[in-house]
């Protein structure tokens, strides 16, 4: 914001063309001159700027050129009475804006931008010939230009660029203060990033500040001598953690519906049924609005194309889940139990860190590999939107890094049952999981990024834009590819692997919380200072949840209360006779009473704040009043007219 309240203009688009010599008259006809003068009639500021191999266009938009696209895109937006209706630019007071003063979020901006840029389309009534480097590009009728260009090769690419005074702000207040352990400005973040990132980092903050509860407790627990009560401290123990878990999970709701509420998003999902199904364009099925177009107006035909249609994408979901799972039977548990066997015949405590190193690594490629896969099988599905696409890939991925991350260490702790081996397996693979955690997620990007300066030769080259360098830094992408995910995936999916590796196996090594917690402290300033220096700006995401893997950490909760029951079972049951004494029944009474807790404190702890609940209820009764007397007004004003209708009769 400006000192006369409006918001200042920077630029957050780039696009990338090659650079090349325009002949004299070939001015007007050349592909790039016609884009930048579109650009120009479209609203847009622009600035050309000449790098070292390629030409750079810079695009920003004033607040009315945002205004009008967000109208014609029919953007719902919070207004003062509290509901969320179509964005009109004449009426731009009635809208609520932004923590920071602005109109329009990040995530808003986007879309405006995708819709002037890809807007840009051949109104006239012939095919337009445009020329590059020599060569003939044809423009046709209604079609996007920026595409065309895009398919022709000529745009690189476009991408958001990093805001440098914002930028700057969230170094020094988010990535750099590390006196703030877990402390964010997560208002900043979500302005910035769009609502996915900023939830990322406030449910990683919130994560991180409860595992300390734990991570003193275990301490405590190495520290004192209980002797005598020593079998009587881990069913405490697990009992106190999984309450812990549950009570997390529940207040994080809370957290997660007063930043919805603060951030005036009133949709988590982020959109409407209308605009999910005409989301379907990279299905092979045919989406029922097709259909019904075809159809008429029948409604016992258009009944059956929504039935045909939901029970087909269920039928090919449940095909595509089938063939994960039985991947995983066929070729991944041999190669599970291959590596647990000879980590258990292998003597060396040096070659065990090797083997543990080399499996590492190779189920990184497998599962590479199986991500993409499972995209591919994704794209037959009838999911309504990217974010419900996204959500199937991550079920499906997270079950091939869930048999990686723990068949060896079940079949340690269940065939085995030698408490000291799991350990020392938890050890090793926490140790080593993190190293490499770290190298990939911290390292890799900054030689990617020292190549691109470099070059070709000895010398490093020295860049004189800005822009330049924005583009030469790698996409924040997911291992598994970028079309559905963003890095998102790995640092969720980091969490998740982490907290069932230390919830399963807690009563075999309590202090692997310890270990968890100081990783995930050292975890948050290093994630945000990547985002800020080393990946291109990430594009906004619309989900204001953490979607799939909410879930995914309910199910290793569940998990966790099976998995530490057997291993006491194990503990107290050092003969194997299994039989049912007093301490084994004691277990399975502490299954029981687990898995009520579990699903007791559910309902116990709201999963919203009263707060929040008395502000939506306020909003609708707002709403109501307000629809309520313009509907009175209409029949009123109708009533007058027929009245003096049949006076003038």
């Known amino acids: ?197 900023a939830i990322y980092f406030a449910f990683l903050g919130m994560y991180t500040r409860w595992m300390l509860f734990p991570a003193a ?70 989406s029922p609005l097709d259909l019904i177009k075809k159809l008429g107006t029948d409604k016992t035909q258009e009944k059956e194309a929504y039935q045909r249609y939901e029970w087909l994408g269920r039928l090919m979901r449940f095909r595509n889940d089938a063939i994960i799972i039985l ?34 690594f190779a189920i990184q490629y497998f599962t590479k590999f199986g991500g993409r896969i499972s995209a591919k099988f994704i794209m037959y599905e009838n999911n309504e939107n990217r974010e419900y696409r996204a959500d199937s890939l991550v079920y499906k991925v997270f079950g091939l890094y869930f048999m990686q991350s723990c068949i060896g260490v079940f079949y ?12 020392q397996v938890l050890i090793r693979r926490l140790m080593v999981s993190q190293i490499l955690e770290n190298l990939l997620e911290n390292s890799l990007p900054y030689p990617k990024n020292k190549d691109c300066e470099s070059g070709s030769s000895t010398e490093k080259i020295q860049f004189t834009s800005r822009v330049e360098k924005e583009y030469l830094k790698p996409t924040y992408s997911a291992i598994v590819g970028e079309e559905l995910e963003d890095g998102l995936f790995d640092d969720f999916l980091e969490l998740a692997l982490q907290f069932g590796m230390i919830m399963m196996f807690a009563c075999a090594f309590p202090l692997a919380f310890a270990f968890s917690a100081l990783n995930n402290l050292t975890e948050i300033r290093p994630d945000a200072l990547k985002l800020l220096t080393m990946f291109k700006r990430p594009v906004p995401r619309a989900a204001a949840t953490i979607g799939a893997w909410l879930n995914i950490f309910q199910f290793l909760m569940v998990m966790s209360i099976c998995s530490d029951c057997v291993l006491l079972v194990c503990l107290y049951d050092q003969e194997g006779k299994w039989k049912l004494e007093p301490g084994l029944g004691a277990i399975l009474v502490i299954e029981h009473i687990l898995l009520l807790i579990k699903f007791g404190f559910s309902r116990i702890v709201p999963e919203e704040p009263a707060w929040v609940r008395a502000n939506r209820m306020k909003n609708a009764r707002q709403a109501q009043d307000v629809c309520s007397k313009q509907l009175l007004r209409s029949i009123s004003g109708e009533k007058k007219m027929v009245d003096e209708l049949k006076k003038d009769d």
């Open 412 to 423: 340690h702790a269940l065939l085995h049952r030698n408490f000291k081996t799991l350990r």
């Open 327 to 360: 991947s995983i039977i066929c070729l991944q548990l041999p190669f599970e139990l291959a590596y647990a066997h000879l980590y258990e015949v292998i003597g060396s405590d040096l070659m065990k860190f090797g083997l543990t190193a080399v499996y590492l």
């Open 1 to 197: 914001m400006n000192g006369n309240g409006e918001e200042q203009t920077s630029f957050e688009i780039g696009i990338v063309v090659p650079k090349r010599a325009v002949k004299e008259g070939d001015e007007d006809s050349d592909c790039v001159e016609v884009l930048v003068d579109e650009f120009k009639k479209a609203g847009l500021i622009v600035e050309r700027v000449l790098g070292i191999s390629d030409e750079f266009i810079k695009l920003a938009a004033p607040l009315e050129t945002l205004g009008r696209a967000t109208a014609e895109l029919q953007i719902k937006k919070p207004t003062h009475i509290g509901m969320d209706l179509p964005f009109v630019w004449d009426e731009i007071e009635a809208f609520v804006k932004q923590p920071d003063g602005s109109l329009f979020s990040w995530c808003e901006r986007y879309q405006c931008y995708n819709h002037l840029l890809y807007g840009i389309v051949n109104r006239s009534k012939l095919v337009v010939t445009l020329k590059y480097d020599g060569r003939d590009i044809h423009w046709g009728l209604g079609e996007s230009l920026l595409r065309r260009m895009e398919s022709e090769g000529i745009v690189k690419q476009v991408f958001p660029l990093h805001d440098e005074i914002k930028r700057k702000q969230l170094l020094r207040s988010w990535a750099l203060n590390w006196w703030d352990f877990t402390r964010q400005p997560i208002d900043d973040i979500y302005l910035y990033f769009g609502t996915k990132i």
């Open 217 to 286: 407790f275990v301490i405590t627990l190495q520290l004192v001598d209980f002797r005598q009560s020593q079998l009587l401290t881990l069913p405490v123990f697990f009992i106190i953690l999984i309450s812990w878990a549950v009570l997390f999970f529940q207040f994080w709701k809370r957290k997660n519906a007063a930043l919805l509420t603060r951030w005036q998003i009133n949709y988590p999902v982020g959109l409407d049924l209308r605009y999910k199904l005409l989301d379907m364009e990279k299905f092979s099925l045919q």
